[in-house]
């Protein structure tokens, strides 16, 4: 497809589980980011890939969340151990480099922890 | 630190009035970009533009218009004779640096809903 492609779009877990969320940018474009976004909330930023290196992950809130992006393209974000806090939409986002902060959104995986 | 501040909520207006969209912002850097985004109801948030810090020209697009004001900090965006595709949370964002793609500072949002 032509955007910013993420599985699952729903996913509900129960406390304590592990889950993967999936992002496939859009094609070329180097620059991958996490955000995660709470009801009634902005999106807060968790990590930004430069290709398949993590550029930034001052965002990620504990050592339970991690991301790869082995070949750089497609992003993993894996959290351990969920927590009821963690409950959110996780976005992904891609862009070009050198377009600072024009990024395409992909529509986002709700995660439910019980 | 940086902060955005939408203190706007919710507005509802009536399809064809023009309504604004308020946005302050903190920053100590004096090179930084300044954003809105648009998320309708299916979540995937859509760029509508970026301002950078040293262009306070006020910039016109079709229906759309934003107004920066450095001596203020703020951003606003205002829709003129808007229409009921307009309803939508809107995310006014900001980014510290120009070098690399630093991580975006988005505000809480304002939740748009136009009655026809």
């Known amino acids: ?114 | 630190a940086q902060k955005v501040t939408q203190a706007q909520t919710e507005i509802s207006v009536v399809e064809k009035e023009d309504v604004t969209l308020d946005c302050v912002y903190e920053t100590r850097d004096t090179t930084y970009y300044l954003f809105w985004y648009k998320q309708p109801p299916s979540g995937e948030l859509v760029f509508l533009i970026r301002r950078n810090s040293f262009d306070e020209q006020n910039e016109i697009s079709g229906r759309y218009s934003w107004n920066f004001q450095k001596s203020t900090s703020s951003f606003n965006f205002t829709i003129t004779a808007s229409q009921v595709v307009d309803s939508a949370v809107y995310f006014c964002a900001l980014s510290e640096a120009f070098s690399g793609n630093t991580p975006l500072v988005f505000g809480k949002g304002t939740r748009l809903s136009v009655i026809a």
């Open chain 1, 1 to 114: 497809g032509a955007g910013v492609s993420q599985t699952p779009s729903n996913k509900v877990t129960e406390k304590g589980k592990y889950v993967e969320l999936r992002c496939d940018p859009i094609s070329g474009h180097t620059a991958l980011y996490w955000y995660r976004q709470s009801l009634g909330q902005g999106p807060e930023f968790l990590i930004y890939f430069q290709g398949t290196g993590a550029a930034d992950d001052s965002g990620l809130p504990n050592d339970r969340f991690f991301a790869v992006r082995p070949e750089g393209s497609v992003s993993t974000l894996k959290i351990q151990r969920t927590e009821r806090g963690d409950s959110a939409v996780y976005l992904c986002a891609s862009s070009l480099v050198g377009e600072d902060g024009e990024l395409f959104f992909g529509e986002g995986s709700r995660l439910t922890v019980l």
